[in-house]
């Protein structure tokens, strides 16, 4: 598993923890990104490889994004979660489960959620 993709996952967990907190307009980027960063390093055995803008693509590509030109991961956790903010309250949970490798029939059934929104809010997660 790459790390880009370890990282993101923990991204995510985070993002749906923040989304279920009450008041949750905004998030404390940089503590998230040392938190997922801290989190990913456990799961790896070995803190986390790789230069900013490589794992930043990497997690472009998982994500299906336009490539981001953030400076570093709190930034570009900040527009992640801005992004998921505008869309659907579930948006970082189907991310989550798209990273697992489920479709969009999967992903719905078990959000209680429609497929066709699956598929929006994956492709507003993506811009």
Do not use: K, N
């Amino acid at each position: 598993m790459s790390d880009a993709r370890v990282l993101l996952g923990q991204v995510l967990a985070l993002l749906i923890v923040a989304e279920e907190t009450p008041l949750a307009d905004r998030v404390d980027a940089g503590g998230m990104a040392e938190a997922a960063l801290a989190r990913a390093a456990a799961q790896l055995g070995r803190p986390v490889g790789g230069a900013w803008p490589a794992l930043r693509a990497g997690m472009d590509v998982l994500l299906g994004a336009r490539p981001s030109a953030a400076p570093g991961l709190a930034a570009w956790l900040a527009d992640l979660y801005s992004r998921f903010r505008r869309s659907h309250p579930q948006a970082a949970a189907a991310a989550a489960l798209r990273l697992d490798g489920e479709d969009d029939a999967a992903i719905a059934e078990r959000l209680g959620l429609g497929p066709r929104l699956v598929a929006r809010l994956l492709a507003e997660a993506a811009c």
